[in-house]
């Protein structure tokens, strides 16, 4: 598995911008896709947004549609999660995921088979 750690977390007013990212333990060009998932508590972990494996394609979840940007570096081994506009609603666990078997961004978390340790994000209205 790879070793996955986040950093950029933090409180933020509304309307204001964070960047996380996800650094790996090897080279991420040789693993696949890669996503950030959140979650609150009593609530299922929720996708957020996902890149391919070499970071020509991404999807997202459509309430961060048009505020989110996921990006990777593989020549760093980092994925980033741009997150502008912030909104209190955003407030959870951010996670990073990489995928071993899906080139190509996916939605479900079972395809993940890493995770970081998670990075706060709080949003104050």
């Known amino acids: 598995q790879v070793q996955l750690v986040e950093s950029g977390g933090g409180l933020v007013q509304a309307g204001g911008s964070l960047r996380l990212s996800c650094a790996a333990s090897?080279?991420?060009?040789?693993?696949?896709?890669m996503g950030w998932f959140r979650q609150v508590p009593g609530k299922e972990r929720e996708f957020v947004g996902s890149?391919?494996?070499?970071?020509?394609?991404?999807e997202y979840l459509d309430s961060v549609k048009g505020r989110f940007t996921i990006s990777r570096d593989n020549a760093k081994n980092t994925v980033y999660l741009q997150m502008n506009n912030l909104k209190p609603e955003d407030t959870a666990v951010y996670y990073c995921?990489?995928?071993?078997?899906?080139?190509?961004?996916?939605?479900?978390?079972?395809?993940?088979?890493?995770w970081g340790q998670g990075s706060q994000v709080t949003v104050s209205s």
């Open positions: 890149v391919s494996r070499l970071g020509g394609r991404t």
């Open positions: 995921g990489a995928s071993e078997s899906n080139d190509l961004p996916t939605t479900t978390a079972a395809d993940y088979t890493s």
């Open positions: 090897e080279r991420t060009f040789r693993v696949g896709a």
